[in-house]
């Protein structure tokens, strides 16, 4: 799949996802709702930042690296780095939900992020060696 390709798939699946997230805030209540409401609510939201936040990294590692960075290399760290921001995004709403976030709560959700973060670049960084030799 090609730059052009990728990115037309990923804002309308993105622009879905939103229009999904707008629908559940306006027709569900709540104080009314299952847990199967809120359980969709998180997870079109995840979907939702998940694909704003793909395209915007790319977008802003295109503009940055326009002559030295590969295309595929920016999609795939753009990605990874939004499905662990918005992971902690999600968890950090469901925990104010529940009225559990305080602020070391959410510095040990920055620290697992970036623990994760890091030991996913050490892992890829040992594999992109492996495959050199």
């Keep these: 799949m090609n730059i052009k390709t990728y990115n ?4 309308l699946a993105t622009m879905l996802a939103w229009l999904g ?3 559940i805030i306006n027709i569900f209540d709540p104080y009314q709702g299952e847990i199967v409401v809120f359980v969709l609510f998180y997870f079109v939201l995840f979907l939702a930042a998940l694909g704003t936040l793909s395209l915007v990294g ?3 590692r295109k503009l940055w690296n326009r002559k030295r960075g590969i ?6 760290e753009s990605f990874r780095q939004a499905i662990i921001f918005s992971s902690a995004l999600v968890v950090a709403l469901i925990l104010q939900a529940n009225r559990l976030l305080t602020w070391w709560n959410l510095l040990l959700l920055v620290l697992i992020a970036t623990i994760v973060e890091f030991m996913i670049l050490v892992f890829h960084h040992d594999d ?6």
């Excluded at 037309?8 to 804002?11: A, N, S, T, V």
């Design 128 to 133: 992109v060696k492996q495959l050199d030799n």
């Design 21 to 23: 997230f707008f629908i």
């Design 8 to 11: 037309i798939i990923m804002i």
């Design 71 to 76: 295309a595929r290399f920016m999609v795939s």
């Design 58 to 60: 790319f977008w802003l």
